[in-house]
């Protein structure tokens, strides 16, 4: 890479498929994407979740992943001359399923373990942080947003301690469809708590640029990527593609954002 930027835009290291139920695009759509865009590594990073109480399925089963790991070991084999394709998972925390996700983990030969928290448990079923949906917004909103975002970085410093993993993703996504939620100084220190556990556990950080659909700044902002970087965090990009399209999105602006 370059020395001047402090991220290898060469590679999209966050990428959904079909597989999950709420992407588009079959595995191999990903990488023709990948190799048309001119990259020359991808990972995908498909949704692992257990003992969610939650309407819909919307992340693999052990089933799903075999199957996964079929597919993807033949366009590893495939594309192999064109692109490195890496197998890798989304760890989606839920620390009332520790046990069962350490198992999970167990069971799979994942080549790059990204580490997430997408629900918050309301006491009797888990909201999702991330969702759009008016129903999930108006629950957030009466669960006291502020309050389920402090909660939300308790349990990503909690995630890390537990789940032995290589990057953080989207680290400050979560509340991201309730605009007039601010980051406060308890947040902010929350965070600083946060990126000194990523530092001391070699841990990356992720820059996801899926939040330029919601905002005009990758997740996390530029703040949080600038104090990451000063203390020696790896950053890493990944686009969060759910559709074979949105591979590499918005990379040329990361490359300015980063760029000194
Ligand atoms: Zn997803
Ligand atoms: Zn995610």
Redesign the pocket.
């Known amino acids: 890479m370059p020395p001047s930027l402090l991220i290898d835009l060469s590679g999209d290291h966050?990428i959904h498929t079909k597989l999950c139920n709420h992407a588009s695009g079959e595995m191999e759509d990903y990488v023709q994407a990948a190799i048309g865009k001119g990259l020359r590594s991808m990972t995908f990073l498909e949704?692992l979740e257990c003992g969610l109480r939650y309407e819909q399925q919307i992340w693999l089963t052990s089933e799903l992943f075999e199957q996964y790991f079929a597919e993807g070991g033949r366009l590893q084999q495939k594309y192999t001359d064109q692109i490195e394709v890496r197998l890798g998972v989304?760890i989606?925390w839920n620390a009332l399923a520790a046990d069962e996700l350490r198992a999970a983990l167990a069971r799979f030969p994942f080549e790059h373990r990204?580490l997430?928290c997408?629900f918050y448990f309301d006491g009797s079923r888990h909201l999702n942080l991330?969702s759009s949906k008016q129903e999930h917004i108006t629950a957030l909103r009466a669960a006291e947003a502020e309050q389920v975002l402090a909660a939300y970085f308790v349990s990503l410093i909690e995630a890390c301690g537990e789940i032995p993993c290589d990057k953080l993703?989207?680290l400050d996504?979560a509340l991201r469809h309730l605009p007039e939620v601010r980051l406060t100084s308890r947040h902010q220190e929350q965070i600083s708590q946060l990126l000194d556990i990523l530092r001391v556990k070699g841990i990356a950080l992720e820059v996801?640029t899926s939040g330029y659909a919601v905002r005009p700044a990758p997740y996390p902002g530029l703040e949080i990527i600038r104090q990451a970087a000063a203390m020696g965090i790896a950053l890493i990009p990944g686009s969060?593609a759910h559709h074979p399209e949105q591979v590499g999105r918005h990379f040329e602006q990361i490359r300015q954002l980063l760029s000194p």
Do not use: K
Request: aromatic fraction near 0%; charge should be negative; include cysteine.
């Open positions: 966050h949704h989304e989606g990204g997430s997408h991330l993703c989207h996504a996801n969060d």
